[in-house]
């Protein structure tokens, strides 16, 4: 099994940043990909962001240009960093990842990201 435990939500202001990390219990260099998902109340689980083991990185189209997604092998972490957040960021953010050699994703408990306007 594989742990995957999400930081540094919290309750921001419209404007300001915030970064999210996600450490892996292994080591991440034999990813297909990890990735950032989010959930508000109502609404379905969403993809924000993902990265592969080469650095290829993806983004959903609402926070293209203000959030970015990164990893550091070394630490088993991967991060997003949060820019110029808007009240609409304000959901519960999961980690996801998906190894090589497993037929299924792992996922974190998740971090609250709240965005007051």
């Known amino acids: 099994q594989v742990q995957l435990v999400e930081s540094g939500g919290g309750l921001v202001q419209a404007g300001e940043s915030l970064r999210l990390s996600c450490a892996a219990s292994?080591?991440?260099?034999?990813?297909?990909?990890m990735g950032w998902f989010r959930q508000a109340p109502g609404n379905q689980r969403e993809l924000v962001a993902s990265?592969?083991?080469?650095?290829?990185?993806n983004y959903a189209g609402s926070v293209k240009g203000r959030f970015t997604i990164s990893k550091d092998n070394a630490k088993n972490t991967v991060y997003l960093q949060m820019n110029n957040l808007k009240p609409e960021a304000t959901a519960v953010y999961y980690c996801?990842?998906?190894?090589?050699?497993?037929?299924?994703?792992?996922w974190g408990r998740g971090t609250q990201v709240t965005v007051s306007s």
């Open positions: 292994r080591d991440i260099f034999n990813i297909n990909a």
């Open positions: 996801n990842a998906n190894f090589r050699g497993y037929g299924f994703d792992f």
């Open positions: 990265i592969t083991s080469s650095g290829s990185t």
